[in-house]
C-alpha cells in the first residue's frame, strides 16, 4: 500500500483527487488547516508525520487579480512553498506531482503551446507558478510538472459555476470571445494523475519524469464555453433566464482586469498521450458531466 500525500485537499482539484486517490492506498489529505503552505515547519511537520512514497500538490494561490498587490502571498504558496516540497521528497526519495498553469506563457503563439516553448508569463499569478516549476525541477529528480487551464469542477467555485447562477439570474450576459483555450475537468485532472502514479508504482526505473501538458482537447472561447454550459443546462431543465443564444461575444478590452490574461491558453498534451498511452476526452464531454452533476444535485436538495 502506497503511503500518499495530498496537499490542498478542499480545493477544487484536491476534492477530486482525494477520490480518485484513495483507492491507491494510504492517503493522508492535508488542507489548510493542516499543512499552511505559507509555513515551512507547519509542510516539514506534516511531511515528516506522514512519511509519503508519493506527494499530491495541488495548493495553489490561484487569485489571480488579488496577486497583483499581494505578490508575498502569491510567491509564499506557489513558488517556496513548492521547494520545500521537493527537497523534502528528494531527500526521501518520494515522487512529487506538482500542478502549473497555462499563465506560464504570454498567450501571444499562433499555435498550442508545446512544454518546450519559452515560458513568459505576464502576471504574477504567472511568474509565481513559473518560479514553481523551477523550485519542484532544481529540488527533485523524481517529479511530474502537469500544466492545465481553465480548470472547473462539482467543488468550489469556477467559471461554469458562475455561468450557471447567471444564467438564472439575468436575462442578457456578455463574456469575452478573443481569449481561447480547453476547459479542463478537476475530475479528468484526477484521473489521470492516478493513472500516472499507477504508471510509476508499476515501472518506478523506467519512468519519464518531466513536465507535461494535461487538458481536455479541443478548444473553446470563454464565449462558447459559457454557451455550451447554458445549452446544457437548459436540457437538464434548469429554470433558466436567458438561452445560449443571447450571450454576447465581447473583447477582453471590453472587461479589463488588474492580472492580464492569456489570449492563447491552448496546451499541446500530445507528449503525456504518448508517454502513458493516454486518451484523452473533448472539453465538452466534462463540461456536459459537470452540468449534469449539478443538475442532479439540485434536484436532490429540491433547488430545481
Partial sequence: ??????????????????????????????????????????????????????????????????????????????????GVLARWAAANGALLIHYSTDYVFSGDKAGPYGEEDAVDPQSVYGASKCAGERAVRSGCPHHLILRTSWVFGVHG??????????????DALNVVGDQVGAPTSAALIADVTAQLIR??????????????????????????YAQRVI????????????????????????YPLPAKRPANSRLDCNKVMRAFSL????????????????????QAKGTV
Fill in 1 to 82: 500500500m502506497m503511503r500518499m500525500l495530498l496537499t490542498g485537499a478542499d480545493g477544487q482539484l484536491g476534492f477530486e483527487l482525494r477520490r480518485a486517490l484513495a483507492p491507491l492506498g494510504e492517503l493522508t489529505a492535508c488542507g489548510r488547516a493542516q499543512m499552511d503552505l505559507a509555513d515551512e515547519a507547519a509542510i516539514l511537520a506534516a511531511l515528516d508525520a506522514a512519511r509519503p512514497e508519493v506527494i499530491v500538490n495541488p495548493a495553489a494561490y490561484t487569485a489571480v487579480d488579488k496577486a497583483e498587490t499581494d505578490r508575498d502571498a502569491a510567491y509564499a504558496v506557489n513558488a517556496v512553498a513548492p
Fill in 157 to 170: 467555485g469556477n467559471f461554469l459555476k458562475t455561468m450557471l447562477r447567471l444564467a438564472q439570474e439575468r
Fill in 231 to 254: 445549452r446544457r443546462a437548459g436540457e437538464r431543465g434548469f429554470p433558466l433566464s436567458l438561452t445560449a443564444e443571447a450571450v454576447k461575444a465581447i473583447g477582453s478590452d471590453q
Fill in 279 to 298: 486518451s484523452l476526452p473533448g472539453w465538452e464531454e466534462g463540461v456536459d458531466s459537470v452540468v449534469d452533476q449539478l443538475y442532479a444535485l439540485s
Fill in 199 to 224: 504508471h510509476h508504482h508499476a515501472r518506478p526505473d523506467n519512468f519519464e519524469f518531466g513536465t507535461y501538458h494535461l487538458t481536455a482537447q479541443g478548444e473553446a472561447s470563454w464565449h462558447s
